[in-house]
């Protein structure tokens, strides 16, 4: 596996943080006018961020196309880690293996509910999403669940995962030797540029996507691990999107 060095890792981190916080902070503000209101703000917002996750899909694929000359599917496989958890002792592959993701999920779970930074609700899906105007934007409004949907899709699966779990930790250990799944963990954490206050809590992400990844070489572990929080947004989504307006 081709190495980078530090600053190589730090430049790939920019080129997905940098452009999240951009459209967070200065697009989003410019573009969202308060006379529009709370319910524009939050389109723009989401909007914004899934073009910026989109981005890292496709800095992944120029990367990887850089390093191999193609995009094959044998190629992605090889270059980002996209092979079942192999056992580092006695190589077996898959099968039982997969059952790691279940306790990694519950941690993920129990530091998502530690408190977080004061911060702005409109700033927060989540909380939107618990929210009147929330629900009433999103009755019956199946285009903005597609874009939700996209959105998810792009931050667990195609996006941050594949550019941090996927790209960079395997490329990671010249650099950062024995502790790359921690230098990992912490440039994940500090990517949420756009979404500061999950910081802390997000450093714990290490041991839930990071490690487990470096340990048994497999982006799928963190894949299938974030991707829970993605599965149950869309989950939850579903009746609001399906109840009509009144």
Not at 95 to 114: E, I, K, N, R, T
Not at 198 to 210: G, N, S, T
Request: aromatic share 14%.
């Amino acid at each position: 596996m081709p190495q980078y060095s530090r600053w190589q890792v730090l430049a790939v981190w920019a080129a997905a943080a940098l452009p999240m916080a951009l459209m967070a902070w200065v697009v989003v503000p410019l573009c969202a006018t308060p006379e529009e209101g709370n319910v524009a703000w939050v389109k723009w917002l989401i909007g914004g961020l899934t073009l910026g996750l989109v981005w890292q899909g496709l800095l992944v694929a120029a990367l990887v196309w850089a390093e191999r000359g193609n995009l094959r599917w044998r190629t992605l496989k090889d270059a980002l880690w996209l092979h079942a958890p192999t056992h580092p002792r006695t190589g077996r592959r898959g099968g039982l293996l997969w059952l790691v993701c279940l306790p990694l999920m519950a941690g993920l779970w129990l530091s998502g509910a530690l408190p977080e930074p004061d911060h702005s609700p409109w700033r927060d899906f989540g909380v939107f999403l618990q929210s009147d105007a929330g629900r009433a934007f999103f009755a019956g409004n199946w285009i903005w669940y597609g874009v939700v949907a996209v959105m998810l899709v792009f931050n667990t699966v195609l996006g941050e995962e594949l550019l941090f779990r996927g790209l960079l930790l395997p490329r990671m250990n010249h650099a950062f030797g024995r502790v790359d799944w921690l230098v990992n963990g912490v440039l994940f954490a500090l990517y949420h540029l756009h979404t500061p206050w999950v910081i802390p809590a997000a450093v714990l992400d290490a041991f839930w996507f990071a490690g487990p990844s470096k340990y048994y070489r497999s982006a799928w572990i963190g894949i299938v691990v974030h991707s829970t929080a993605s599965v149950a947004i869309l989950v939850l989504l579903w009746p609001v999107v399906w109840a009509q307006r009144g």
